[in-house]
């Protein structure tokens, strides 16, 4: 059953002597609860998918480019209270890998490559590492620094690890034993770990590596990266003229069209990193950008000529929601996760809104830079919580990039777990402490001006009890107004509860979290954070604490709704 199709290029009807499968995907972080529909979609189309896939001639591969895994060290699960969300993710990869090769038909022919995102970090290089060396599969790491990675090498030394720089399959021509096809995978990461996950990698460190926005990285920045990719590449083609290229990249689509500019022999990019859905044509190169969180997924076909050349690509787009959910609670991956996390899967939330009826807060990239009912609940929610041992609180800052899931009536565990996910257990402890309204109005700025210029990639702050005219703002900023950006920024009095303008004389307690507080790569977290002190508690914590005083019984109220971002 073909659910969704989209362009295919170069096709060419003239008999294929040897073929490349690919199945692609990125971005998944940790949803194991839409994994079922994934591996459904999978087999729905494996027809398409895989082509051939028994032959000889066809080599099979399962593409993961990076972020399967987010926030592994978290813990939460009710069934299983003892395992972490790292636990949890591995064990569905390995049998989503499983699921996947039998819809691929189950041969030696089937191959699983993985290149590592931000978000695999989380949880520091340690667990990355248990991954490696556990899951079956190779884990591409062309642009990692080997030189200042000892564990890798150490690995290597014991011939225990399965991640390389670069891997070449060979897949034999039907009819000519003297002809050999060519492919060579390559696996890159958006190389500024200080920026994503400071701190945490003790034992690996990439090429180009920094603290650095995606926004603000240039060619410059990313230079050991490029030469690394040309490197493999040249030596490839110059031992392999006719041999195909695949990248997987975990770095965003526009450092992905660098890196095909500055190497354009390469064939195909599979991109991750910026959760778009988009398939472009570059030169003679391909880039394909995977979506996010299981949403979709794509499938490549490369075909060779009777002389061993890249003869067509047929690229095609299948949307997961569109599944036919058919027989979908006997699904062996929906059954295992029935089983094995049965009370995590119980609705367990009532969201209602001011007329009674039920209720969504929704999740969408938006929030990234935009007023969001989810995120005023979310933050005042938290606020409440943080009252009970911090009553002066005045507002409590949730850097959207934090927030990955929405809510409904009926929610279950799962997804309430999903909500805090953007951020590693080790940066998102909660710290407290007082600002004066001209520092409040310098750190809100700042953030605004740097949202301004990548509303997706440099997220905006939400606060409680807050207004921010982000217009306002950008007009000022780009000249368009002679107001202070003062004039951009209203407080709750709590006393009327209306907003009027800040007292830059004024001190307000606020609540921000270690991921913000040690940026060195902005000015005002520098400039504020020896005045904080640490709650020991999470967002998660907060909001679940608020959720057990409240029995689970959400109201959507007028606060919810009002706009906090203008």
């Known amino acids: 059953m073909k659910i969704n199709s989209v362009s295919n290029y170069n096709q060419n009807v003239n008999f294929k002597s040897a073929k490349v499968n690919i199945l692609a995907t990125s971005d998944n972080h940790g949803n194991v609860h839409s994994l079922p529909k994934f591996v459904k979609t999978v087999e729905a189309n494996k027809d398409e998918i895989f082509v051939d896939p028994k032959k000889d001639n066809a080599l099979n591969i399962f593409a993961i480019a990076g972020d399967w895994f987010i926030n592994p060290s978290k813990k939460g699960f009710i069934t299983k209270a003892e395992m972490t969300n790292g636990d949890i993710q591995l064990g569905f990869l390995k049998k989503t890998i499983a699921a996947v090769k039998e819809a691929a038909g189950g041969g030696d022919n089937f191959k699983t490559i993985f290149s590592l995102g931000n978000h695999d970090f989380d949880g520091g290089d340690k667990f990355v590492y248990k991954v490696i060396e556990t ?325 905006i702050i939400h606060w409680s009890d807050i207004q921010i005219n982000r217009s306002l703002i950008s007009d000022i900023k780009y000249g368009f107004s002679d107001k202070e950006y003062k004039d951009a920024i209203m407080v709750r009095n709590q006393k009327t509860k209306q907003f009027e303008p800040i007292d830059m004389n004024k001190s307000y307690k606020i609540v921000l979290a270690d991921k913000y507080l040690i940026k060195d790569d902005i000015e005002w977290p520098k400039k504020i954070r020896s005045k904080f002190v640490s709650l020991d508690k999470t967002y998660d914590n907060m909001f679940r604490e608020y959720l057990k005083n409240i029995q689970y019984d959400m109201r959507i109220t007028d606060k919810t709704k009002e706009r906090r971002i203008i």
Request: hydrophobic share 35%; charged share 25%; net charge negative.
């Open 135 to 459: 899951a079956p599969m190779d884990t591409l790491i062309t642009n990692v620094d080997l030189k200042k990675s000892p564990e890798i090498v150490n690995l290597r030394q014991k011939d225990k690890c399965k991640c390389k720089t670069s891997i070449v399959y060979e897949i034999p021509d039907d009819k000519n034993p003297n002809l050999t096809n060519k492919v060579l995978f390559l696996g890159i990461t958006i190389p500024t770990m200080d920026f994503y996950n400071p701190g945490l990698l003790k034992k690996m460190q990439f090429l180009d590596n920094g603290n650095v926005k995606d926004a603000d990285l240039t060619e410059k920045d990313i230079q050991g990266t490029i030469n690394a990719v040309k490197e493999e590449v040249e030596q490839f083609k110059k031992e392999n003229p006719r041999g195909v290229v695949v990248l997987q990249s975990h770095m965003g689509n526009t450092l992905s069209k660098i890196v095909r500019i500055n190497v354009p022999q390469i064939d195909v990019i599979l991109n991750g990193h910026d959760h778009k859905n988009k398939t472009s044509l570059r030169g003679s190169t391909n880039i394909n950008s995977l979506g996010k969180d299981n949403e979709i997924i794509k499938s490549i076909n490369l075909y060779f000529n009777d002389e061993g050349k890249l003869d067509s690509k047929d690229l095609n787009t299948y949307f997961c929601d569109l599944t036919l959910m058919d027989e979908m609670e006997e699904h062996p991956l929906q059954v295992f996760l029935k089983e094995n996390f049965s009370e995590d899967m119980k609705p367990i939330v009532s969201l209602r809104d001011t007329k009674g009826n039920p209720a969504e807060l929704d999740y969408g990239d938006e929030i990234r830079y935009s007023n969001s009912y989810l995120a005023n609940y979310l933050t005042s929610a938290i606020k409440r919580s943080v009252r009970d041992v911090e009553p002066e609180v005045f507002s409590v800052g949730l850097q959207s990039s934090i927030i990955r899931g929405g809510i409904k009536h009926n929610s279950n565990n799962l997804d309430l777990m999903k909500i805090f996910d953007g951020v590693s257990e080790d940066l998102s402890n909660l710290q407290i402490g007082n600002v004066t309204g001209e520092e409040l109005v310098g750190l809100i700025t700042e953030n605004v001006i740097s949202n301004l210029k990548a509303p997706t990639r440099n997220t």
